[in-house]
Structure formats: C-alpha cells, structure tokens
C-alpha cells in the first residue's frame, strides 16, 4: 500500500495544484500567467470570488534578472489574509486597506472586491505590481486598486524633508502584511513600519500574517517586542482575533497544512 502524503508533501501539491488550476494562457508583460481564485469567498449574489494572476513557470523569468518569481506566486499566508479580511469584512469594507509586500495582491483585491473605499498595493517588485494591476483592472476594480513601488527596508519619509529613495507610508485603516519575512533585514523594516503605523494612528490596525516555519518571523517578534516593550507579544491563531481587547495589532500565526486551495 502507497503511504499518504507526509504534512510537508501535501502542502507542496496543494500549493502546486493551486497554481497549475484555471491556466488560461493569460501573458501579462510578455510572462505566461494564471488565475489564483479565493475559493473560501462566498458571496450573495452569485458575485465570482475574487482571483490574482500567479507567474506559471520560473523558466519564463530566466532572461529578466529583475524579476522575484517568488514575488509572483500565491503563498499560504496570503490565502489566509484574504480569508480573514472577508471573515472581517464588515470592519473592512468601511475603510481603506494598504497591503505591504502585495506580491500578486489576493488580499489587496479580496479587499476591494469586498468595497473598501481605497486599496494600497506595494511591493517591490514591479513585475508583481503589473500583475495586481492586470488582475484589479479585469474584474472592474482598477478605480480603487492603487499599485505602488515601495521598499519596506528603505528610511521612512520626515514630513518636510522628501529625502530620496525614503517611503511615505499610505494612510489606511488597516495595514496588512502577509509571509513578507524573506530576509532579517525585511523583518526588521516591517516591524519598524508597524511601530510607526501604532505611534501615528490611534485607530489603524496592523495585521501580520505568517507560516510557523518562516524562520525570520521571529526575527521580527524580538524587534516588535522590544519596540513596543512588551515581552508577551507573540504569534495567535486566527480564531483569537476576536477574543482580544486590543486589535490594533494582530500576529497570526497559520499552519500551511490546513490552508484551503480549492
């Protein structure tokens, strides 16, 4: 008898199957593509759930070194992000969503799929961007998509001073950042966007989204811990959202193995 997947395998052929699903033979800057649906969305009104576009092969970036085709593709934590501002929409829809580290936007464009007034998608990749706005621009929400290229290491912007190659944070409601934890140094500028987010705004929220095994994700919760000075910060699991009497600030943690694909 042929032994079941082990937990590992069964999110890589989840994860594979995802991304070999619906290949329509879409091309968005000259790179073969294709849609990534949110397939837990339900809707009242027969509305199709929200979909990304995901780069189909590495083998069609190979000439572009300027292309991240890790930033092309549809992680675990990004499905869960999306899923959760649908579970969430009423909080959601009433104000604007700024998405750092986009990737292909399934948050972004869960957002605004969802109303939200505006949505912010940033990343540094621009080929990542151009796929967020193919997508956005194909399902009628080109008008509240709005794509920017920003470097989430770089020095925040002083009000006055316009220093080049700083980034000015988009003002939002709710700050969304999912399995964005690729490097210490990326770890270390998300916690020091999120410090700024919390100091800035009384109101905005700032979810973070990651898989238990991203190793750099803990990078950042000694640095968010230490910014913030609280020792007991760490990672929750989604259904403890709720529970909690401060939402401003949200670490889910996700187990990949229970991620829905299809």
């Known amino acids: 008898m042929r032994p079941y997947p082990s937990p590992a395998w069964s999110v890589f052929l989840g994860f594979a199957a995802s991304n070999i699903f619906e290949c329509?033979?879409?091309?968005?800057?000259?790179?073969?593509?294709?849609?990534?649906?949110?397939?837990?969305?339900?809707?009242?009104?027969?509305?199709?759930?929200?979909?990304?576009?995901?780069?189909?092969?590495?083998?069609?970036?190979?000439?572009?070194?300027?292309?991240?085709?890790?930033?092309?593709?549809?992680?675990?934590?990004?499905?869960?992000?999306?899923?959760?501002?649908?579970?969430?929409?009423?909080?959601?829809?009433?104000?604007?969503?700024?998405?750092?580290?986009?990737?292909?936007?399934?948050?972004?464009?869960?957002?605004?799929?969802?109303?939200?007034?505006?949505?912010?998608?940033?990343?540094?990749?621009?080929?990542?961007?151009?796929?967020?706005?193919?997508?956005?621009?194909?399902?009628?929400?080109?008008?509240?998509?709005?794509?920017?290229?920003?470097?989430?290491?770089?020095?925040?912007?002083?009000?006055?001073?316009?220093?080049?190659?700083?980034?000015?944070?988009?003002?939002a409601d709710i700050y969304l950042f999912s399995d964005i934890f690729e490097s210490s140094q990326v770890a270390a500028g998300v916690a020091r966007v999120s410090k700024h987010i919390l100091s800035n705004d009384d109101s905005a929220m700032v979810w973070v989204f990651a898989q238990s095994d991203r190793a750099c994700r803990e990078d950042f919760l000694r640095e968010m811990r230490q910014l913030l000075d609280d020792p007991n910060l760490d990672w929750l699991q989604l259904e403890e959202f709720e529970s909690r009497p401060n939402k401003r600030l949200f670490l889910c943690n996700l187990d990949e193995t229970k991620v829905q694909y299809a």
């Open 24 to 171: 329509s033979g879409y091309n968005v800057a000259g790179i073969f593509v294709h849609k990534v649906p949110l397939y837990s969305f339900t809707s009242n009104n027969n509305q199709q759930p929200p979909y990304c576009f995901a780069a189909s092969s590495s083998l069609d970036m190979m000439g572009d070194p300027s292309i991240n085709f890790l930033a092309s593709q549809v992680w675990p934590s990004a499905r869960v992000a999306a899923s959760a501002l649908e579970r969430y929409k009423e909080m959601v829809c009433l104000g604007t969503v700024c998405e750092f580290g986009c990737g292909p936007g399934l948050p972004s464009i869960t957002a605004a799929k969802l109303g939200c007034k505006k949505v912010f998608a940033t990343d540094l990749d621009e080929f990542a961007l151009k796929l967020v706005d193919h997508a956005s621009h194909e399902q009628g929400l080109g008008s509240v998509i709005q794509t920017e290229r920003l470097d989430i290491t770089a020095p925040m912007e002083v009000p006055g001073s316009h220093e080049a190659g700083s980034i000015k944070i988009p003002e």
